[in-house]
DNA sequence: CTTGACACCTGAAACGTTTCGGTTTATAAT
DNA sequence: ATTATAAACCGAAACGTTTCAGGTGTCAAG
């Protein structure tokens, strides 16, 4: 039913092996040949078996991505960009992409191993890396090609693309000190998470170096979701010293401490400041609009499927550490 | 380097066929031959090829999904979610989920054939539904396995799921006339989608049915992005006559058409009523909460998948048009 | 007339599984 | 003592490619 190469070599009247010589244009084949070959194969309705093609020549032309969701409710639009990113680039450049859905943890761990050591996938692109991530550990240690969006402390070499966090939230928190704030809170993420800890870091720093006391008690954790950004800044909120302005790890949950301070009747950007990180595309259109970090998300995804490409094929790469600049975008809720 | 079977076999003195006859608990190997196939398999830390079982078993135990991107920013709540259910259940179920990323056009139609006639997945999850799909045609036409979110006008009889998006719009647009309202505008999404057309029809109804004119100047076409919908509620807004409510075909408008409101001076939920359709997350930490139309996108991609891989197995569907019940959200946007 | 070069083509092996159709051995039934 | 049955195992083919190592036949140079 489905057409092969035996097929179509009965059809010329030639061997299987001219038939795939002349379809993948090798110069031992007659432009005659090739020719027919060509057109019968389109006749015919000839498509390669990928499994065979597989198979033998020891590659999948697949790339891997392992999202890392939290719960059935996972939305993310962070996410949504960067796999439009990789998408689009991985088919630029004629390689399908095997997604996969898993929380960090043991299961996690297990997809790992079960798309590498099952040969399913020619590289793997790992996202939002962590302090100590075994996933990196692992690929390392197994010596299989994959391209990094984050850096770890590890002492792995590996290539990786990341932007400057610590620098983008000083950029931020400076921004919010020069308008005059000086009780800053800020929603952290979890520690584990090596964007999180940068821009932890971004924040102290800031504080440290304008001589501005750091209150411990205003450094809340969050999961990096709305719900959570929301619950937190209701809690900070409701204190009665409450700080003058929020700064979170991320967008969303800015966006969701936005909610907790328009139900408490405050005006964002005028009685609260609060700023976000990623510039995910709803944070232009929240009201009021979001100060945030611009971290090219589409473009990341692009770039770290292109160097692993690169790196599946063998080639060098120009730069193999990757390091952003981030630039501040300075919008309505950060008041100013 | 890497363990194939031929080295367990070595390894413990059977046959190749024994070999994989004990690791796929076959019942003519002795229960002590497989213990000890098994045990010295995850010694050597063994892995099927799975391109020579692909090849083998003619099967990729992989499922597709082509979503519809339009333009790099591309950030949709509602697809992330659709894509953890999806992601979810097929690893549930022991397999691939090969994603990419096509805008609709014929590089969307060149994807599908290519998928399709590569056998590079077993089925596919076809989603957003068009009047006129060619991908539905195509893959009734190859009589390929898939299940789609959605319905078409075509008249072909395949399997899907789908919510009842006339009655949902018809809900909402009840509850605001219910409320008092007259002046009610609509943002739609382009009309060949069919879930836009439904719901446009939902809307009209509505009116009809409670003897409201219908002012054709207030059914705007979006293109289901919050900017868009920032866009023509800002239009709709700037009128002499403005409407009292919008309506706005997905909740990604009514977020941008609830800032456009908000930056004209007007208090969402009071001044206008600004509803939306689907309930992504987000929906519920707006300012105000949106009121909408719940749709169970989690559960509907688990659903999809699920029955693919039922229809791929040959398993009979127990339903194969599924039609949920929508249920409005009350929250605050829509006044009430 | 031989030799070498060249263009064009081909058989067979290989990739790692699964599975069909056996064989062998032990045991039970006649 | 023979035959049937069952349990445990195995060889070889097959899935559809790619590629290695040739093999023709023609033609020009020696």
Redesign the interface.
């Known amino acids: 039913m489905?057409v092969t190469l035996k097929d179509i070599a009965r059809a010329v009247g030639k061997s299987v092996t001219t038939v795939s010589s002349a379809l993948n244009d090798y110069d031992d084949v007659s432009e005659e040949t090739k020719a027919l070959v060509r057109r019968v194969a389109r006749e015919m309705?000839y498509?390669?078996?990928?499994?065979?093609q597989?198979?033998r020549k020891q590659r999948?032309d697949?790339l891997g991505l392992i999202?890392p969701?939290f719960g059935?409710?996972?939305?993310?639009?962070f996410?949504?960009?960067l796999?439009?990113?990789i998408?689009?680039e991985s088919?630029a450049n004629g390689f399908?992409?095997?997604?996969?859905?898993?929380a960090p943890g043991p299961d996690e761990d297990e997809?790992y191993?079960?798309v590498v050591?099952?040969?399913?996938v020619d590289g793997l692109l790992v996202v939002r890396t962590r302090r100590n991530d075994p996933r990196i550990a692992f690929l390392v240690e197994q010596n299989f090609p994959f391209v990094a969006f984050g850096r770890t402390e590890q002492d792995f070499d590996f290539p990786y693309v990341d932007e400057d966090c610590v620098l983008g939230m000083k950029l931020v928190i400076q921004h919010l000190i020069d308008l005059g704030h000086r009780r800053i809170a800020f929603i952290a993420a979890p520690s584990d998470l090596m964007f999180a800890t940068y821009r932890l870091t971004g924040f102290r720093q800031a504080m440290e170096e304008n001589g501005l006391p750091l209150d411990e008690s205003l450094i809340l954790v969050g999961d990096m979701?709305?719900?959570s950004g929301?619950r937190l800044a209701g809690e900070l909120l409701d204190r009665p010293d409450r700080p003058t302005a929020i700064a979170a790890c991320n967008d969303l949950m800015a966006?969701?401490a936005?909610?907790a301070a328009?139900?408490r009747g405050l005006m964002v950007g005028q009685d609260i400041a609060i700023t976000g990180f990623d510039d995910?595309?709803?944070a232009?259109?929240?009201?009021?609009?979001l100060t945030t970090v611009h971290q090219p998300i589409?473009r990341i995804g692009r770039m770290i499927c292109d160097m692993l490409i690169k790196c599946i094929n063998g080639e060098a790469l120009v730069e193999r550490h990757i390091l952003l600049q981030p630039s501040l975008i300075i919008r309505r809720s950060g008041g100013g």
């Open positions: 489905t309705g498509t390669p078996n990928i499994a065979a597989r198979l999948t697949t999202l969701t059935p409710r996972f939305s993310d639009p996410f949504s960009e796999l439009a990113g998408g689009n088919s399908d992409l095997l997604v996969s859905t898993q997809a191993r079960r050591s099952g040969r399913r979701t709305q719900r929301h966006l969701g936005m909610t328009q139900e995910i595309p709803p232009q259109y929240s009201h009021p609009p589409y």
